[in-house]
């Protein structure tokens, strides 16, 4: 089984990173090539995963701001339109 980093597909910038430039429909040597960009892609996912559901932990208590002041207004309007409601109750049957 090749390595990655003694396939031509594969580099490393100045800091570090490494880059794959190996396309699983084109450029792929072995199996396992295949697998591990497979599980590249995966932990990609996971992370995406991770840093959505980080901001939506951020975001969550303004949202909970938002929804109990929706909930006052709309309980504002209903009360606002109680008399509406009250008055034709009262009438009774025609």
């Given at each position: 089984m090749i390595q990655c980093s003694d396939c031509e597909y594969y580099e490393m910038d100045d800091?570090?990173?490494r880059i794959f430039k190996c396309d699983p429909f084109a450029t792929i040597k072995e199996?396992?090539?295949l697998a591990k960009w497979q599980l590249l892609r995966l932990d990609m996912l996971v992370?995406?995963?991770q840093r959505m559901t980080n901001w939506q932990e951020k975001m969550s208590p303004m949202q909970d701001k938002i929804f109990k002041y929706i909930r006052r207004e709309l309980d504002d309007i209903e009360e606002a339109d109680q008399w509406k409601q009250d008055d034709n109750d009262e009438e009774g049957p025609i």
């Open positions: 800091s570090g990173r199996p396992e090539c992370a995406g995963h």
